[in-house]
């Protein structure tokens, strides 16, 4: 019985494999904020596209903490020459249950931008741009030091270093990321200047730390960060 089971089993594996993947969709990934005039748009969306439906899921900055949204939307595919349009509902859970709408359209470049109008008469239309992040950001480690009083000859001074980071760009909160137990992180954001900030939970004897970075138009920007501990 079991080597009657064994071909039917091993060809149905083979035919899985040899079945067609589903091509990438136009939307499907993640986007970072890329500019906004008005409201509180997200900062980062991870969007799934099947066929002409639109979902996904993204982040605002709240004061203390992230705020989670639920996206949905459609895509119309480019007609004539122009653009592909997109609608997308932004519904931002900060407890009002506020939403917003975006009508926009994804150039032939990968950027997302468009219009958008948030509920309630807070706010008026105003544009919100997005670009893909999923192959441009910051990667390296995170160090502090010193570590000791006196730094001895053959002794590391130096240590991996994991808190809590703010990215800001024209002074204005646009991810956070935490590096981990060896000081390594990474963090998705579009290209451009950007200035990393300890958190307030960051454990330096000298606050008010920050570094200026950059990040580059192609592939992940390596940065390894230091921060100074004040040990001295």
């Known amino acids: ?84 349009a997109v609608t997308l509902q932004l519904a931002i859970d900060d407890g009002g249950g506020v939403t917003a709408d975006f009508i926009g359209t994804l150039s032939a470049s990968g950027r997302l931008e468009g219009i958008v109008t948030y509920a309630g008469d807070a706010f008026s239309p105003g544009s919100l741009s997005f670009v893909r992040a999923s192959t441009t950001g910051l990667e390296g480690t995170v160090t502090r030091g010193p570590v000791m009083p006196v730094c001895l000859v053959g002794v590391p001074c130096d240590a991996p270093f994991s808190a809590g980071f703010e990215v800001r760009q024209s002074q204005r909160p646009v991810a956070r990321f935490v590096s981990d137990s060896a000081g390594r992180y990474l963090v998705l954001l579009a290209p451009g200047d950007y200035t990393v900030v300890p958190d307030s939970t960051t454990p330096l004897l000298i606050g008010g730390q920050s570094r200026a970075v950059s990040v580059g138009r192609v592939g992940m920007t390596r940065l390894d960060l230091q921060f100074d501990t004040g040990i001295r």
């Open 1 to 84: 019985m079991l080597r009657q089971l064994a071909f039917p089993v091993a060809a149905a594996a083979l035919l899985a494999c040899a079945a067609p993947t589903e091509p990438a969709q136009p939307l499907s990934g993640v986007w970072v904020l890329d500019s906004s005039t008005a409201g509180l748009p997200p900062r980062q969306m991870t969007l799934t596209q099947r066929g002409t439906s639109v979902t996904g899921t993204g982040t605002a900055m709240g004061v203390d903490v992230p705020i989670p949204i639920a996206v949905t939307g459609t895509y119309a595919p480019p007609v004539g020459g122009g653009p592909a």
